[in-house]
């Protein structure tokens, strides 16, 4: 299975990613992104090498992940999530549909 890569950014993005990769069925690692950080913005990219289970099921897991961030009560923040599938398709999680996210991890 080729790699996905999935980009967060804002203030959390560390914790952020830390929880998109321990959602059950999703295996993988982080590193910071050096070039954002020296341009001011926190980057994360996490690599997914593994989804184990349904991709419908991960997908709705990481729509409910986002948009918990982007509504958190509780001062957690993250600005922007971008997930790049195997075959380089990209999607902006902003706006994205689970059906759409389904898409980049079966692609």
């Known amino acids: 299975m080729a ?36 341009e001011g913005t926190l980057a994360v990219i996490a690599t997914i090498v593994g989804i184990v289970g349904g991709t419908m099921a991960i997908a709705e897991q990481i729509r409910k992940w986002y948009q ?17 599938g195997r075959n380089g398709q990209r999607l902006l999680l902003e706006n994205a549909t689970i059906e759409q996210i389904q898409e980049i991890l079966d692609a």
């Open 3 to 38: 790699e996905i890569l999935v980009e967060v950014q804002g203030i959390d993005a560390i914790a952020a990613t830390e929880e998109l990769l321990a959602i059950p069925g999703v295996e993988g690692s982080w590193e910071t992104e050096e070039e954002a950080q020296r």
């Open 68 to 84: 918990e961030y982007r509504r958190s009560q509780s001062g957690k923040k993250i600005e922007k999530v971008l997930i790049v």
